[in-house]
């Protein structure tokens, strides 16, 4: 207990899946919990069970591809608890699927703005924020949640890997301008494998495109790309938020850890 006692963080998506495990895990380990998301009353739910188990944490209504309401997160980090350490850039979509000559330039923006440019906007705010804090003599840490298709490729989806992908160097640019400047602000980068969550079984529910099979059939085979034969599930990329968001992390940045069952090692 107490890995990050002292420290606040925001997460974004915080309403379920490996946004909620994420704040459900920095409040267990001490840290006060900014949660946001669009879907409030699972954001609220999220923010009453951390603060059964005794956390302290409060959700906000978010939309992470809009600018002003990035600024208005972060005050109200400052406002509330008087600084920032922690940013979880984990709010994402998972885009309907299709090949590129099919894709229209919408869809293609649209994924683009949720999945990368709230990540850079993120960072932004984040490390703007963050260095008053850490100026201090802390700590300061963003962890930017990416996905295996952020490092290998993938048909139909190429909106998505783009983004992740994007994701990936992003965090390495990010990390290296806050070393530079000497913030003491670390980047990071996690590469989650398929992990079992909402947005996971919603995507099986809907049939993935080259695809005759939809719901558990869709998870079965899934299931079958991770060596160690099954699904990940949230806590387990809450762990190494976790990891990232602590202390014990202090000589990791702009690195990119995969938490993929073995899906990347074929």
């Known amino acids: 207990m107490g890995r990050v006692t002292g420290k606040i963080a ?19 380990e001490g840290a006060k919990v900014i949660c946001t ?6 954001g609220e739910a999220v923010v009453a069970e951390i603060q059964r188990i005794g956390g302290e944490a409060v959700f906000m209504h978010h939309d992470v591809c809009d600018e002003g309401q990035w600024e208005r997160v972060t005050k109200l980090a400052e406002d509330r608890y008087g600084g920032l350490h922690i940013v979880v850039n984990n709010a ?5 699927g299709g090949p590129i000559e099919d894709k229209s330039l919408e869809d293609w923006r649209h994924t683009i703005a949720v999945d990368l ?4 906007l993120g960072c932004k705010h984040g490390i703007r924020t963050i260095k008053k804090t850490t100026a201090k003599g802390a700590l300061g840490s963003i962890i930017n949640i990416s996905s295996i298709l952020g490092l290998v490729g993938s048909s139909n989806a190429a909106d998505y890997v783009a983004a ?5 160097l992003l965090t390495k640019a990010a990390a290296l301008e806050c070393a530079d400047a000497g913030y003491r602000i670390r980047v990071n980068s996690v590469h989650p494998g398929y992990i079992d969550t909402p947005m996971v079984r919603n995507v099986a529910e809907k049939g993935m495109p080259g695809l005759a099979q939809t719901g558990n059939e869709v998870i079965a085979l899934l299931t079958m790309l991770h060596p160690i034969g ?3 599930v949230a806590d387990e990329i809450a762990n190494t938020v976790l990891f990232l968001a602590s ?7 702009g690195a990119e850890l995969v938490v993929d069952g073995g899906y990347t090692t074929r």
Not at 37 to 42: I, R
Not at 117 to 120: I, R
Request: proline share 2%; aromatic share 4%.
């Open 10 to 28: 925001i997460v974004t998506g915080a309403a379920k899946g490996i946004g909620a495990a994420s704040a459900k895990a920095l409040a267990r």
């Open 247 to 253: 202390d014990e992390s202090s000589f990791t940045t």
């Open 92 to 96: 994402g979509i998972a885009p309907e």
């Open 37 to 42: 998301d669009l879907d409030e009353t699972a």
């Open 230 to 232: 099954r699904l990940g």
């Open 164 to 168: 992740k992908g994007g994701v990936r």
């Open 117 to 120: 440019d709230s990540v850079f």
